[in-house]
C-alpha cells in the first residue's frame, strides 16, 4: 500500500511543479515526473509478491505468476511518452527562439 | 467478420508514410494522393453506415476469438453510434483536404502537412472504432499528437505559444485517462469494455468507481474542453491552418472527447445519478458561460472556437439529461429522445462549424487578416463564401429550413418533456444570444460598408476551397433530413439502441 | 572531445550496435525486442554524434537519410498486418507463416519479421528525434 501512496505522491509532486514553475524546461519536466508516476502506478499493479515470469513451464509450475499486462502497457504508453515528450521539446526550443527567452510570464500574446 | 474494420485504420496510417516517401521525389504528390485516400475511406464509411447500421459488427483483430465468454484479443466494433462518427470524421476530412490544396501554398513543406492530416485521421478513426479501453488511450495520443504539431505548423509566435498550452493540458488529461484505467485494470484485469462492465457489476465499490468515473471525466472533459477545461481551446483553434481548424473543432473534440464520454459512461459504467446530474451541469455551464465569452471576441476564428465550446454544451447536457432519467429508470423513451438529440446536434455541429471555419479561411487567404473590424463589404466580391456563411450562421443559430434548428428544437422539446423547464430556457436563451452573435459576424464581414471602401482586387477564392465550402453547405440543408422519421430510425436508432442497451452492446462484442 | 572519449567510443560503439541487433533478433525468445534493440542501436549512433561531432551539412543529410528509413520501416510493418488479410481471407495481424518449435531462434512466425522492421523503425526514430533537436540548436546559434 506504502508504494501506491508514494506513487500518488509522486504525481503530486509533479502536478505542483507543473502549476508552479515558470521556466519551460522545468514545466516539461515536471510533465514527465506525472507521466513516470502514472507508469509507476501501472507497472506496481501488476506486481505480485514472490512472483516469477509468466512463461509457463507445464512440468513445474510456479505458485505465482506476475501479471504480464500491465508490462506491456506501460511499455507501449513509454512509446507514446517519448514522442509527447520530443514533440514538447521541439516546442520549447522553437519558443526559444521567437522570444528569446524561458520564462513563461513573458510569452503571452495569446489573451481572451 | 467485417474486413473493412480495419482498413480504416490501415489505409490513412499507410497513406501517411507514402506521402512522406513519394511526395519526397514527386512534387506536388501528396496534395491529390491525400484527398483520395480520404475520399476513398468517406465512401467506405458511408457503405458501412449503410449495411451496419443496423447490423453491427466486431472483428477480432489477429484471430484471437473470445473464449467461453472472456475475450482475449484486442476487438474492434463497428456498431451504430461508432459508423456515425466514422462519417462525420472522413467526409469532414475528405472536405478539409481538398480545401487545403490551395489553402496549403502559403505554407512550406506541404508533405509533412499531409501526413499529420492522415495521422489524425487513422488516430481518430481507431479511436471510434476500438472496443478495447488501451487501444482507445493509444489512438487518443497519435491523433492528438498530430494535432499538437498541426497547431504548431505556422511556427509563428502565437501558434507556438497555443500548441505549448494545449501540449501542457493535452498530456495532464492523458496522465488523467491513463491513471483511470490503470485503476479499472486493477480492480478488474482486463481492459475489454463490454467485459469490464460485467466484472464490476458485482463487486460494486461506490466511492472507487466515482473516483474512477471523476478521473475519467476530468480527462476527457479537457480534450473535449467542457468549461472549467476549456482554457486551450481558443487559442488553439484559433491559431491552426483553418482547414486544420475545421478538423479539430469540427471532428477532433468529438472524437476524442465527447464521444468517449458518451460511449463510456453509457456501456463502461452503470449510470448514476450523481454523475449524470455533474454531467449535465457541465454541459449547460459550458453551453452558457462558452456563448457569453464569444460575444466579445473581434478575431473571428477566436469567436468560432467559443462558440464551440457553446454548442458542446448543448450536446453535453441533452446527453446529460438522458442519462438522469435512465438512472431514475423513469419515462425511458424521453430519454431515448435527449440521448438522439444530442447525437443529432453532434452531427450537425461538425457540418456547420466545420464550414464555418473554411469560410474564416477563405476570409483570411483573401484579405490576410482575421480581425472583424477590419472587413466589410465582401458580400459582393466574394458571392459564394458569403452565400455558404450565411447557411452556416443560420444553421448554428438555429433558424428553421437548416439543420441546427431540428436538432435545438429536439433537444429544448426533450427538456420540456422531462421536466426540466429551466434548462429548455437557457437553451432557447443561449440560442438566442448565437443568433446575436453571427448576425455580428454577418454585418461585419459581408455587408458593411456598402458605400466604396472595398479594396479593389479582391476575388473568390480558387475552386478547391469552393468546392468544399459548397457541399459543406449542402450537408447542411441534406442534414435536417435526419429529424424525418424514416431516417431517422435508420441512422439515430441504431447509436441510441446500443447506447441506451448495455446488455445489447456485451452479446455483441463478447458473443452468448 | 578529448583522445580519450573519441578512442573510447570507437571501441564500444560497434559493440552496443551489435548488442542492439542480438537484442532485436531475440525478441521473441527473451526480455527485450523491436522497441528496446531500436533504442540502443540508436544510442550507437547518438554516441558516435556526440563524440566525433557533425557539421551542419551532414546532419541535415542524415535526417534526410534516418526519415527515410523510418517511413519504409513503418510502411513494412504495416504491409506484413495487412499480408494476413491478404493471405488468408479475413484476418488482420495473423500470424499466418508456420510456427515452429518454440525456443529455436527461427520460430514464430511472423513475429520475428514485426521485431526487425520496428526495431529499424524505432532506431530510425530516435535518430531524426536527436538530430531534428540538434539542427534546430545549431540553427539557433547562427
Not at chain 2, 464520454?261 to 463502461?268: K, M, S, Y
Not at chain 2, 472583424?372 to 429550413?401: C, H, N, Q, V, Y
Request: charged letters at 15%.
Amino acid at each position: 500500500m506504502t508504494a501506491y501512496i508514494l506513487c500518488f505522491i509522486l504525481f503530486l509532486v509533479g502536478l505542483y511543479g507543473v502549476i508552479t514553475r515558470r521556466n519551460l524546461v522545468k514545466i516539461a519536466i515536471s510533465l514527465s515526473v506525472m507521466e513516470l508516476s502514472t507508469f509507476l502506478l501501472f507497472a506496481l499493479i501488476g506486481y505480485a509478491d514472490g512472483g516469477v515470469a509468466p512463461i509457463v513451464d507445464p512440468s513445474n509450475p510456479a505458485k505465482v505468476y506476475v501479471d504480464p499486462m500491465p508490462q506491456a502497457l506501460v511499455l507501449t504508453a513509454i512509446v507514446i511518452g517519448l514522442a509527447t515528450t520530443a514533440m514538447l521539446m521541439a516546442t520549447i526550443i522553437r519558443l526559444y527562439r521567437k522570444y528569446g527567452t524561458f520564462d513563461i510570464r513573458e510569452i503571452k500574446n495569446l489573451k481572451g | 467478420m467485417n474486413p473493412l474494420i480495419p482498413l480504416f485504420v490501415a489505409i490513412p496510417l499507410s497513406g501517411a508514410f507514402i506521402d512522406m516517401i513519394l511526395g519526397r521525389f514527386i512534387k506536388g504528390f501528396s496534395r491529390y494522393f491525400t484527398p483520395v485516400i480520404i475520399l476513398a475511406l468517406a465512401s467506405m464509411s458511408i457503405y458501412s453506415a449503410a449495411t451496419a447500421g443496423t447490423n453491427p459488427s466486431v472483428y477480432y483483430v489477429g484471430g484471437w476469438e473470445p473464449v467461453k465468454g472472456i475475450p482475449v484479443g484486442i476487438c474492434m466494433v463497428m456498431d451504430g453510434f461508432s459508423v456515425l462518427m466514422l462519417c462525420i470524421i472522413n467526409i469532414v476530412g475528405f472536405l478539409s483536404a481538398f480545401y487545403s490544396i490551395s489553402y496549403i501554398k502559403r505554407f512550406t513543406s506541404d508533405n509533412f502537412y499531409y501526413a499529420l492530416f492522415c495521422l489524425m485521421t487513422a488516430g481518430m478513426n481507431g479511436v471510434v472504432l476500438s472496443g478495447d479501453l488501451f487501444n482507445i488511450f493509444v489512438f487518443l495520443e497519435i491523433s492528438v499528437i498530430s494535432a499538437y504539431a498541426l497547431v504548431a505548423f505556422g511556427v509563428e509566435k502565437n501558434e507556438l505559444e497555443a500548441s505549448f498550452k494545449y501540449q501542457v493540458l493535452g498530456s495532464l488529461a492523458s496522465f488523467f485517462i491513463l491513471a483511470g484505467i490503470a485503476l479499472i485494470y486493477w480492480k478488474t484485469k482486463t481492459l475489454n469494455i463490454a467485459d469490464i462492465r460485467e466484472t464490476l457489476k458485482p463487486g460494486y465499490d461506490r466511492p472507487f468507481y466515482i473516483f474512477v468515473e471523476l478521473l475519467i471525466l476530468s480527462g476527457f472533459g479537457i480534450k473535449a474542453a467542457i468549461i472549467p477545461f476549456h482554457a486551450w481551446l481558443p487559442d488553439a483553434h484559433s491559431s491552426a491552418p483553418s482547414p486544420i481548424s475545421a478538423m479539430l473543432s469540427g471532428v477532433l473534440i468529438k472524437a476524442a472527447g465527447i464521444y468517449l464520454i458518451i460511449r463510456l459512461f453509457f456501456n463502461l459504467f452503470e449510470i448514476n445519478e450523481s454523475v449524470a446530474v455533474l454531467i449535465t451541469t457541465l454541459g449547460a455551464l459550458s453551453m452558457v458561460i462558452g456563448v457569453f465569452l464569444a460575444i466579445g471576441q473581434w478575431d473571428i476564428k477566436r469567436l468560432l472556437a467559443y462558440h464551440s465550446i457553446s454548442q458542446m454544451g448543448y450536446v453535453v447536457l441533452s446527453v446529460g439529461m438522458g442519462m438522469i432519467l435512465i438512472s431514475r429508470g423513469v419515462r425511458h423513451e424521453i430519454a431515448m429522445l435527449a440521448i438522439a438529440g444530442g447525437l443529432y446536434h453532434l452531427v450537425n455541429h461538425a457540418a456547420f462549424k466545420g464550414l464555418l471555419f473554411l469560410n474564416a479561411g477563405a476570409i483570411e487567404y483573401t484579405l490576410g487578416t482575421r480581425d472583424l473590424k477590419e472587413m466589410g463589404g465582401l458580400g459582393k466580391s466574394m458571392p459564394a463564401t458569403s452565400a455558404t456563411s450565411f447557411i452556416a450562421s443560420m444553421s448554428i443559430s438555429g433558424i428553421p429550413p437548416f439543420n441546427g434548428f431540428f436538432s435545438k428544437i429536439i433537444i429544448i422539446i426533450a427538456a420540456v418533456m422531462a421536466r426540466f423547464y429551466f434548462l429548455a430556457f437557457l437553451a432557447i436563451l443561449v440560442s438566442i444570444i448565437t443568433l446575436a452573435s453571427f448576425l455580428k459576424f454577418q454585418r461585419y464581414a459581408f455587408y458593411n460598408r456598402e458605400d466604396a471602401k472595398v479594396e479593389k482586387g479582391i476575388k473568390e477564392v480558387p475552386f478547391p476551397m469552393v468546392f468544399s465550402m459548397v457541399i459543406m453547405s449542402l450537408l447542411c440543408i441534406i442534414l435536417s433530413l435526419l429529424a424525418f422519421p424514416g431516417i431517422r430510425d435508420a441512422i439515430l436508432t441504431p447509436a441510441t439502441d446500443i447506447l441506451t442497451d448495455p446488455a445489447k452492446y456485451k452479446d455483441l462484442v463478447i458473443g452468448i | 572531445m578529448t583522445m580519450i572519449v573519441k578512442k573510447t567510443t570507437q571501441l564500444i560503439a560497434g559493440l552496443i550496435f551489435l548488442y542492439g541487433i542480438y537484442v532485436i533478433i531475440h525478441g521473441h525468445l527473451t526480455p527485450g525486442g523491436g522497441f528496446a534493440g531500436g533504442v540502443i542501436i540508436a544510442g550507437s549512433f547518438i554516441l558516435l554524434i556526440l563524440a566525433f561531432g557533425s557539421d551542419f551539412l551532414r546532419l541535415t543529410r542524415e535526417e534526410a537519410g534516418s526519415t527515410l528509413y523510418e517511413n519504409l520501416a513503418i510502411l513494412i510493418v504495416v504491409f506484413l498486418a495487412v499480408s494476413g488479410l491478404l493471405a488468408t481471407g479475413k484476418i488482420f495481424f495473423l500470424n499466418w507463416i508456420p510456427k515452429g518449435t518454440p525456443g529455436e531462434l527461427v520460430s514464430a512466425g511472423i513475429l520475428p519479421l514485426y521485431n526487425i522492421f520496428v526495431g529499424i523503425e524505432v532506431a530510425a526514430s530516435v535518430l531524426t528525434i536527436f538530430l531534428a533537436l540538434v539542427i534546430f540548436k545549431e540553427e539557433l546559434a547562427e
